[in-house]
């Protein structure tokens, strides 16, 4: 079950990544077409508003991809010098402070929303962008990047208790990591 859990939360974020990705791209093409325009002596104006949009929403949905790929930066001191329990226990930690910081960055993100969609807020900016447009998926990301987080918990977990140490540590431990101290 708890491998099953896994590769849908990868598939699911690959899937993410693709749809992130895409929408980058094209933020960076509409950035280029503007910066070629500048040259004529036009704009299209609001291209910096734009990409920090993006950037915000892409960073909150790539946290939970990043997060499977074990690309989060951890400090492996005491980790590289106990053996596998005493890593895998070390890794459970990691992850219960990771989800719980995510659950209150996401708990946190909605009264920002929340009063954006009752005041109708909009961006004080010449496009005067809706804020609840931009906002609503930022949150969407967060509590996404929450959910993953304790799903992959609560499966590294379960792969522990069972004593399956080297796919727990595949899921939650460090990349490229060897078991090895330094």
Request: hydrophobic share 55%; glycine share 10%.
């Amino acid at each position: 079950m708890e491998d099953a859990i896994l590769a849908g939360l990868r598939r699911a974020n690959r899937g993410i990544a693709l749809v992130t990705g895409g929408v980058l791209l094209t933020c960076a093409g509409v950035v280029l077409a503007d910066i070629l325009l500048r040259q004529i002596g036009s704009s299209l104006g609001g291209t910096d508003e734009i990409s920090g949009y993006v950037m915000a929403i892409a960073t909150s949905w790539g946290m939970a991809f990043t997060l499977l790929e074990l690309g989060h930066v951890r400090i492996e001191l005491l980790r590289a010098r106990v053996n596998q329990l005493g890593r895998a226990l070390f890794d459970l930690f990691s992850m219960v402070m990771l989800a719980g910081t995510v659950t209150l960055i996401a708990y946190k993100c909605w009264p920002v929303l929340a009063r954006s969609l009752a005041n109708g807020s909009r961006a004080n900016t010449p496009l005067e962008t809706p804020l609840a447009w931009v906002q609503t998926p930022w949150f969407a990301g967060w509590v996404w990047f929450a959910i993953v987080s304790w799903l992959t918990l609560i499966a590294a977990l379960m792969l522990i208790v069972r004593g399956r140490f080297e796919t727990a540590d595949a899921a939650i431990g460090l990349a490229a990591d060897d078991g090895t101290a330094p």
